[in-house]
T-cell receptor, first 112, second 113 residues
């Protein structure tokens, strides 16, 4: 079983839609949760960073962590064509010597 | 700040050839790592370093060597390239390990024939 599971999509939505992206994980020791955005043929760039459970909002983006269900989500409001990319979730235990674990990524296309 | 830079952007090798992928960062980050990204597999950690002179293996280290003589540079060496090493390689750096966000380079697309 993979440490982190992520539906690869692809996901296609009309401009202005609300997008929900999700990851599940198996390691209850994970404390740090991240979402990266990766445009085609580019490196991943950090979008959201959350510690432990709860919500975090940044503009049109909201990250949610439910540690009891081992489930994290990224919501994109008023989606734009420029949001078309692959979204990767990542997580770590956070202690010295622990590595990051990445999901396989969800491909999103926002249609104008 | 250039951030994390990688060279070359593209490379084609024949089976058995060796080469070095270069990675440099100008953010004075202690932690650097190498990942490979394959379709359906996500990002997998090859090797990482928690500071100059200190390296360790990640999830998929076989066939790769690293060294870290300076804080800025973290080259990845392919000893004898195999078609299974065809992939996109990303270098990343962060201030710390585990709880700090990572900054990724633009990637190197490697094809081994």
């Amino acid at each position: 079983q993979k440490e982190v599971e992520q539906d690869p999509g692809p996901l296609s939505v009309p401009e202005g839609a609300i997008v929900s992206l999700n990851c599940t994980y198996s390691n209850s020791a994970f404390q740090y949760f991240m979402w990266y955005r990766q445009y085609s043929r580019k490196g991943p760039e950090l979008l959201m960073y959350t510690y432990s459970s709860g919500n975090k909002e940044d503009g049109r983006f909201t990250a949610q962590v439910d540690k009891s269900s081992k489930y994290i989500s990224l919501f994109i409001r008023d989606s734009q064509p420029s949001d078309s990319a692959t979204y990767l979730c990542a997580m770590s235990e956070g202690n010295t010597g622990n590595q990051f674990y990445f999901g396989t990524g969800t491909s999103l296309t926002v249609i104008p | 700040n250039a951030g994390v830079t990688q060279t070359p952007k593209f490379q084609v090798l024949k089976t058995g050839q060796s080469m070095t992928l270069q990675c440099a960062q100008d953010m004075n980050h202690e932690y650097m790592s190498w990942y490979r990204q394959d379709p359906g597999m996500g990002l997998r950690l090859i090797h990482y370093s928690v500071g100059a002179g200190i390296t360790d293996q990640g999830e998929v280290p076989n066939g790769y060597n690293v060294s870290r003589s300076t804080t800025e540079d973290f080259p990845l060496r392919l000893l004898s390239a195999a078609p299974s090493q065809t992939s996109v390689y990303f270098c990343a750096s962060s201030r710390g390990y585990g709880s700090d966000t990572q900054y990724f380079g633009p990637g190197t697309r490697l094809t081994v024939l």
